[in-house]
């Protein structure tokens, strides 16, 4: 197996039109925030809107990993206490007949290293996705996209519930004879999966101290793993999977391995092209650390409070170690940063970063 890609700026290509990208990003998700604030009366993320549930766990680094796992957050081994939200993608809060690809973020407390430039607090967030691969391969082609959204965002429920069925069917079909449609999965195809049993991915590039990485979440933990590809009937609740969620997660603790895919070789595993999917045997995962959570309520009113409403999840905010790379992840920092900003303005509700954690009395 070849040696771990090392990271230098140059594995970068900075193209001459990225601002003007991210400014016509930021006024699709505009149309999207105005929308949305204006039918609910209150302002919400302008993607992964719907949360289907806020756990509180523990990430516990592994020891005497080797020096190209020992990097950046994960160089040192410790406990550090998480928040991980569970989500689907449109920035309009939907039915649960409507089937969408899932959605984790992971908020890991109190990590100490020199920060990515305008990361407030002491945290580092981790922004994964149900699928090995992003949607589009840059950020001009993701805005064709996001027009789109933007332009459903306040069509009929009836009529979308109704083409994510025939989506699905289509979807199924499909992925029976081998291919994969991430724009169908996107408009309302995707299986509609428990999402405590699938594996998340950070889908695009990111930089791993002294090498190149992306980033999964696998459960382990046996009941976890008992809910892998389980479909949720959705039939006369448009909240069936937080309350799935929720009765799952009061009943069992949650275990997950947190994986690191270290880039092996620059053609077959590159940087700025977010649809290639990084082939396991030849650059596999590697387990950096474990997730747990005790059996809990997902859907605790003062927890979804602080982290669903007072928190925001980015993959810029974090260690200058963890620096996300490519084109997408580029264009996320001021369209994250700009979404965040509007929904504080809006609900009239600052968002700060959670800082060093008040030791116990």
Same mark, same amino acid.
């Given at each position: 197996?070849?040696?771990p890609v090392?990271?230098t700026p140059?594995?970068?290509? @900075?193209?001459?039109?990225?601002?003007?990208? @991210?400014?016509?990003?930021?006024?699709?998700?505009?149309?999207?925030? %105005?929308t949305?604030?204006?039918?609910?009366?209150?302002?919400v993320?302008?993607v992964?809107?719907?949360?289907?549930?806020?756990? %509180?766990?523990?990430?516990?680094?592994?020891?005497?990993?080797?020096?190209e796992?020992?990097?950046?957050l994960?160089a040192?081994p410790?406990e550090?206490?998480?928040?991980?939200?569970?989500?689907t993608?449109p920035?309009?809060i939907?039915?649960d007949?409507i089937?969408l690809p899932?959605?984790?973020?992971?908020k890991v407390?109190?990590v100490?290293g020199?920060?990515l430039p305008?990361?407030?607090?002491?945290?580092q967030?981790?922004?994964?996705?149900?699928a090995?691969?992003?949607q589009?391969k840059s950020a001009d082609?993701?805005?064709g996209?996001?027009?789109?959204?933007?332009k459903?965002?306040?069509?009929?429920e009836?009529?979308?519930k109704?083409?994510?069925a025939v989506?699905?069917g289509?979807?199924s079909?499909?992925t029976a004879?081998?291919?994969?449609?991430a724009?169908?999965r996107?408009l309302?195809g995707a299986?509609?999966?428990?999402?405590?049993g699938?594996t998340?991915?950070?889908?695009?590039?990111f930089?791993?101290g002294d090498h190149?990485?992306?980033?999964?979440l696998?459960?382990?933990?046996p009941?976890?793993?008992e809910?892998?590809?389980?479909i949720i009937?959705t039939s006369?609740d448009?909240d069936?999977?937080?309350?799935?969620v929720?009765?799952?997660m009061?009943?069992?603790?949650? %275990?997950?391995e947190?994986?690191?895919?270290l880039?092996?070789?620059?053609?077959?595993?590159?940087?700025?092209?977010a649809?290639?999917?990084?082939?396991?045997?030849e650059?596999p995962?590697a387990?950096?650390?474990?997730?747990?959570?005790r059996?809990?309520?997902?859907?605790d009113?003062?927890?979804v409070a602080?982290?669903?409403?007072?928190?925001?999840?980015? @993959?810029w905010?974090?260690l200058?170690?963890?620096q996300?790379?490519?084109?997408?992840?580029?264009?996320?920092?001021?369209?994250?940063r700009h979404?965040?900003d509007?929904?504080?303005?809006?609900?009239g509700?600052p968002?700060?970063?959670?800082t060093r954690?008040?030791?116990?009395?």
């Amino acid at each position: 197996m070849q040696a771990p890609v090392r990271y230098t700026p140059a594995v970068e290509d @900075v193209k001459p039109d990225e601002a003007d990208v @991210v400014r016509q990003l930021n006024e699709a998700f505009d149309t999207i925030l %105005e929308t949305t604030a204006k039918d609910y009366g209150h302002a919400v993320r302008a993607v992964h809107a719907k949360s289907h549930g806020i756990i %509180e766990g523990t990430l516990t680094i592994d020891a005497d990993l080797p020096p190209e796992l020992a990097q950046g957050l994960f160089a040192t081994p410790g406990e550090h206490k998480v928040f991980l939200r569970l989500s689907t993608n449109p920035g309009d809060i939907l039915d649960d007949a409507i089937s969408l690809p899932r959605g984790l973020a992971m908020k890991v407390l109190d990590v100490e290293g020199e920060r990515l430039p305008d990361a407030e607090g002491t945290t580092q967030d981790f922004v994964m996705v149900n699928a090995t691969a992003f949607q589009a391969k840059s950020a001009d082609k993701f805005l064709g996209n996001l027009k789109l959204l933007a332009k459903t965002t306040d069509v009929a429920e009836g009529g979308k519930k109704a083409l994510s069925a025939v989506l699905r069917g289509v979807n199924s079909a499909l992925t029976a004879v081998g291919i994969e449609s991430a724009t169908i999965r996107t408009l309302g195809g995707a299986p509609n999966v428990d999402p405590l049993g699938e594996t998340y991915f950070s889908a695009t590039a990111f930089r791993y101290g002294d090498h190149i990485a992306k980033f999964s979440l696998k459960p382990v933990a046996p009941g976890l793993c008992e809910r892998t590809g389980a479909i949720i009937d959705t039939s006369g609740d448009r909240d069936a999977i937080r309350a799935t969620v929720r009765e799952e997660m009061q009943r069992m603790d949650g %275990e997950w391995e947190f994986r690191v895919q270290l880039a092996r070789d620059p053609d077959r595993q590159p940087v700025e092209d977010a649809t290639v999917e990084w082939d396991e045997a030849e650059a596999p995962f590697a387990r950096v650390g474990v997730v747990r959570a005790r059996a809990q309520d997902s859907w605790d009113a003062d927890r979804v409070a602080a982290v669903n409403e007072g928190m925001r999840f980015s @993959v810029w905010t974090g260690l200058a170690a963890h620096q996300p790379l490519g084109n997408i992840n580029r264009a996320r920092r001021d369209t994250y940063r700009h979404s965040a900003d509007v929904r504080a303005r809006v609900n009239g509700c600052p968002i700060h970063e959670p800082t060093r954690m008040a030791e116990p009395a």
